[in-house]
């Protein structure tokens, strides 16, 4: 699998899908509004424990909260390890998995996360008894939608769906 590519990847879906702004090109830092991410490109056979605690001591010497992991394997320990933190948001990408953009795919349609206000208006107007989108959904992974995150979805024949967001 080409990191080159899920480089560019990683950083179409963090500018285009999701606002962010490349603060620091060499430290791969992203910025929106007030928050900061931090993307680790992993290049190695496997991502275990110890490197690990690196990405974290660097995300917290930054005062950076959030995390993205590409890597080719990792071990169950380090992903249970990054997983567990709860002042640490993190998401993990195989390097396969970004092997192209999955929202220029044709048979993808466009998928947008309602704001709060019209979530709660949503949600007020018709409940929240709707099909669900699960958050390991590879549209799902690529906005970050989260659980209970209501998603309009645009069809090609001009029809609207939603879904709500599950772990």
């Known amino acids: 699998m080409d ?15 999701r606002g962010y ?19 680790f490109y992993v ?3 496997k991502l275990n424990i110890k490197h690990t605690k690196e990405f974290i001591s660097i995300a ?12 080719k394997n990792i071990t169950s320990s380090a992903k249970k390890l990054l997983m567990d933190l709860h002042n640490l948001t993190t998401e993990f990408f195989s390097i396969s998995e970004l092997q192209f953009n999955i929202t220029q795919h044709e048979y993808v349609p466009k998928h947008e996360k309602l704001s709060d206000e019209d979530a709660q208006q949503f ?11 699960y958050s390991s959904d590879p549209v799902s992974k690529y906005y970050h ?18 879904r709500i967001c599950h772990s």
């Open 123 to 133: 949600i007020n107007k018709y409940g929240t008894q709707l099909p669900i989108i």
């Open 60 to 71: 917290m010497e930054q005062d950076i909260n959030h995390i993205i992991l590409v890597y």
């Open 3 to 17: 990191i080159q590519k899920a480089k560019y990847i990683c950083h179409e879906m963090l500018t285009d899908g």
């Open 145 to 162: 939608f989260k659980n209970n995150d209501i998603i309009k979805i645009y069809r090609k024949d001009n029809e609207i769906s939603f």
């Open 21 to 39: 702004i490349l603060y620091d090109e060499n430290e791969n830092i992203y910025t929106k509004e007030e928050t900061s991410l931090i993307v």
């Open 43 to 45: 290049d190695i056979d």
